[in-house]
């Protein structure tokens, strides 16, 4: 699924059957392999471009991995690795964008004054790979084996705490299959959670929009007068609670938190039920502030939380559960 079409044939000495007449490297026909392959590198390019800045606080994902892809890395396979693609391929095209009035600007990767991305750590040496690597290859054959949902940004922030959790195993034989674990829990969480990354089903029963209202009937059962408060300020849950609910918090709180989190959030049993409690707790927890503060500083509340004992989060989100 990685590797580009007719490659290990080719390097075993067999004539590439990949480059025939009706199929190449510039057929049009949809269902070419060919056609397939380049089509999946746009998806590749925006899952690099997120796995590279995962977790910018530690620098796990940038540290080499002591079980990497030996099929992939072996010298004498010669096979191109998801990042040797993404740089040949960044490098042959120009960077095509389109602003919101239409105008479409063209820019060669090259030409930015800003730090690629490519050159923004350092490459380790040949036969080495990054954690981050693997979290690529782990998103992009997700995104070949569900190509109904494919890649949305924010997947990376789902996948990167289940690896982080399975490759930091102090049981070295339990580490040495991080990739292989990480991928089936992240399928099968995924599977759970997947229409909250599905923008035609937002205003659904299942969908996100549904999610984001129900944190605040929640909050509104729980709260009438912080509910009234945010009303009157017209502060609208997919300000703040998108991010929340999507991301299952991991954006808000330091990774060994967000761990914890997960951990009572996955132990129960109507986990995502209860991410809605948790988040109605972040909301209640403090409310003293949100009742003081104006639209400007309250958004600033919800945006860049500001409590980080995330015991105490959970301590009163099943309060709130209790109470119900």
Request: glycine share 2%; hydrophobic share 40%; proline share 5%.
């Amino acid at each position: 699924m990685i590797i580009q079409p007719g490659i290990a044939k080719a390097n075993m000495g067999v004539s590439r059957e990949d480059v025939t007449f009706e199929d190449h490297p510039l057929n049009p026909n949809p269902d070419s392999r060919w056609n397939t392959y380049f089509r999946d590198n746009e998806v590749l390019l925006q899952i690099d471009k997120d796995v590279r800045r995962l977790c910018p606080d530690i620098s796990f994902f940038q540290r080499a991995t002591e079980y990497p892809c030996l099929l992939i890395l072996d010298p004498q396979n010669e096979f191109e690795t998801l990042r040797k693609r993404v740089e040949q391929t960044t490098l042959k095209s120009q960077t095509v964008a389109r602003n919101r009035s239409g105008v479409t600007n063209m820019s060669s990767p090259h030409k930015n004054s800003a730090p690629s991305s490519l050159n923004e750590y350092e490459v380790l040496p040949n036969g080495c790979e990054a954690h981050w690597e693997v979290v690529e290859r782990i998103l992009f054959i997700y995104a070949k084996l569900n190509p109904g949902i494919a890649y949305v940004q924010g997947m990376n922030e789902i996948v990167g705490p289940l690896y982080y959790t399975f490759a930091t195993d102090p049981n070295s034989e339990w580490k040495e299959h991080a990739e292989a674990d990480t991928f089936f829990c992240f399928t099968n969480l995924m599977a759970e959670i997947r229409d909250n990354f599905i923008k035609s089903l937002d205003d659904s029963q299942c969908g996100i929009t549904y999610k984001m209202e129900k944190v605040y009937s929640t909050l509104k059962d729980k709260d009438m007068e912080l509910y009234m408060k945010l009303q009157e300020q017209n502060i609208k849950p997919q300000f703040f609670a998108f991010r929340w609910l999507t991301l299952l918090l991991s954006q808000e709180f330091l990774l060994p938190d967000v761990i914890r989190i997960w951990d009572s959030l996955f132990a129960d049993d109507n986990r995502f039920e209860f991410l809605l409690v948790v988040c109605c707790a972040m909301l209640i927890l403090i409310r003293e502030q949100l009742l003081e503060g104006d639209f400007t500083v309250n958004m600033r509340l919800l945006q860049d939380y500001p409590i980080t004992d995330v015991c105490q989060i959970l301590q009163k989100a099943k309060e709130l559960q209790d109470s119900q």
